[in-house]
Nanobody, 128 residues
């Protein structure tokens, strides 16, 4: 049974930083590296949107709104995914979810329906 568990969400002031983590379990050790991984978020009364994706070969994609402020990374040895968030803004306030899908997602990295596995989310609140 594949499980994704996010952590690291908190309440911070604008300009602050947070590092989100997503721990995966249930993947066979030799196959985790073959999954594309992504971070999505859903703010109050907003639709879920893609934030950052890292593909099986390490290629990354970012939403324009977070480019230059957020960094996605993965540690295949630990079955873990990370999102370093700097220069946080109030509009970054949202529930953040990690997602996984077997194979490359670069054809449509922010299309949420492509991702099979999802965590339950971790809340990030940024105050002005």
């Amino acid at each position: 049974q594949v499980q994704l568990v996010e952590s690291g969400g908190a309440s911070v002031q604008a300009g602050g930083s947070l590092r989100l983590s997503c721990a995966a379990s249930g993947f066979r050790k030799t196959l985790y590296k073959n999954y594309s991984l992504g971070w999505f978020r859903q703010g109050p009364q907003k639709e879920r949107e893609g934030v950052a994706v890292i593909d099986t070969d390490g290629t990354t994609r970012y939403a324009d709104s977070v480019m230059g402020r957020f960094t996605i990374s993965r540690d295949n040895a630990k079955d873990s995914l990370y999102l370093q968030m700097n220069s946080l803004k109030p509009e970054d306030t949202a529930m953040y979810y990690c997602a996984a899908e077997y194979g490359s997602s670069l054809a449509a990295p922010f299309l949420s329906v492509r991702y099979t596995w999802w965590g339950r989310g971790t809340q990030v609140t940024v105050s002005s």
